[in-house]
């Protein structure tokens, strides 16, 4: 592998796991040789690309216009998911977490309700107002200098070997398509996500009120990547139990730990179950503490807490 | 423009559109310059990229299967669609054409009845083994020698030009990433078509009963390229009126008209209506004929038609 690959992961088990996989896969004649055609790499992106604490960034845009509008109708905070959301209900939260069927119901509908109409343009101006405003509470910058520099390192390392290197998270596809390629150097077509239905009528596209198929979480990862590129993935990165499948579709998996207590969050929540696998299933777990010398792309950012 | 570019396409208004449309999205600073980003290409297969008479060549492959069916259960020859294909009935035939809601159910069922449960590997082998033994009528030779010559170099000069390429087609999504790659050197993530739902459940994806969102048709092709890309298509080429939509979404529309009767065969019918909006909204419109100087490429074929 070529010298300053990987420069901001430290020497050690994960960062020589991975060098080692890439040189087999692209070592013609060896036994782990994968054809270019057949390298595509595939990463979770809440708490995988960028901080997903407290809350996934996503949702503070989402709760940010739904509170918006209960502004407007105040009945609505008497129903889920808004009184679910806004009265902090921990059971309400939880039920995100599991996918519990009528949560899940209530925000679709919710999703449906709020966007259904909007053109690709009028959502695109949502988010980079959104984009402009919001910090991140703890770390007072905004969600795009928190996206991991380790992690970016890691989409040049494999695209410089051949690999297609593909986002693929729970959620909002349109969301993330946004920022994609200035901030990950992903094209727009390599982003897969939970997304809704679109109408073309009169030259124009149209977002609908239904979300198309199943969620992206779970089995719905390498569904939906198989949908996207024919393929299932041959390296795969996820930090959460809706990456299990993705991660175990893959040749090579990779699970991000949260254990940064200074310059991030310490938590295990919603992960017990890929940590497990991960063991099982031979997976290299990147410690965020050990393996990363610099955390943030805003450099300033991990220098300060790293002090 | 590159010497040597479009080689198999003779000087004429069409080529010069074509060269002319690249140097302007390609121009820095000029009124018709393209950000990279935004430089989406588009183009139906069936009758675009390759011979679709008698009947695409994917029709094959499904009525052989069925085919195979029917004598394994012959009662199936008497209900829909089997009875109106292997009866060769126009009216069923037409309703193909037209997309009447009791044919399309018809067919889609038919779909799910024979290939749900299907592993990505099984469907592949069974595409190739079609692939290896299947001859067009007329020209007695397999499908994939009958690709158009002149469209894989426009491909290479679109590519050469920042685009990424991408084929859109109202047929199966799986049967042509099966030769994408090979055949156009387009990757199958690029591939845009009808598709099938699939599960992923121990490890593996297999085929479901259902076909997933609209058809790739019509509107359905705007909409899946929107799906897919979160674009709209810059340059569009189709060669039917099931490709008006697609075409009308791109700023340049390139139309193929079958004027060949001796390299091919010559017809409008399902393209009238993108002839008249071909006139109406200053698409370029290819004279195979006129315009292609070598036809396949399977060079062979061409030449031996052309004397």
């Known amino acids: 592998m070529s010298d300053g690959a990987l420069a901001s992961w430290r020497a050690g088990k994960a960062k020589q796991a991975i060098l080692d996989f890439v040189e087999g896969v692209t070592t013609e004649g060896g036994s782990d040789f994968v054809a ?25 845009f989402v709760f940010g216009k739904w509170a918006q509008e209960i502004k407007q109708d105040p009945a609505m905070a008497q ?34 309700r709020t966007w259904a109409g909007t053109t690709p343009a009028e959502f695109e101006a949502q988010v980079r107002q959104w984009m402009a405003n919001v910090k991140q509470p703890k770390l007072g910058v905004p969600y795009t200098d928190l996206v991991y520099k380790p992690m970016l390192e890691l989409f040049d390392l494999l695209k410089a070997n051949g690999f297609r290197v593909f986002v693929c998270s729970g959620g909002g596809r349109d969301f993330m398509r946004v920022f994609a390629e200035e901030t990950w150097g992903v094209h727009q077509e390599n982003v897969i996500g939970s997304a809704a239905e679109y109408t ?17 979480l779970g089995p719905g990862k390498p569904e939906h990547i198989f949908a996207q590129t024919g393929r299932l993935p041959v390296f795969a990165g996820g930090n959460a139990d809706v990456d299990i499948e ?57 220098k300060l807490a790293d002090v």
């Open 200 to 216: 073309y009528a009169d030259g124009a596209i149209v977002r609908g009120a239904e979300i198309l198929g199943n969620l992206n």
């Open 36 to 60: 270019v055609a057949d390298r595509i790499a595939a990463f979770d992106n809440d708490g995988t690309l960028w901080v997903e604490q407290p809350l996934p960034p996503q949702f503070d």
């Open 246 to 302: 993705m991660l175990e579709s893959a040749k090579f998996g990779l699970l991000i730990n949260h254990d940064d207590a200074d310059r991030e969050f310490v938590y295990t929540s919603g992960a017990e179950a890929s940590m497990a696998k991960a063991a099982e299933l031979g997976w290299t777990i990147v410690s965020m503490k050990n393996d990363w010398s610099t955390m943030y792309v805003n450099v300033t950012v991990g």
């Open 79 to 112: 129903q889920q998911p808004y009184k679910g959301i806004f009265e902090r209900d921990p059971v309400f939260f939880a039920g995100i977490a599991t996918q519990e069927p009528t949560v899940i119901a209530s925000l679709l509908k919710a999703f449906g």
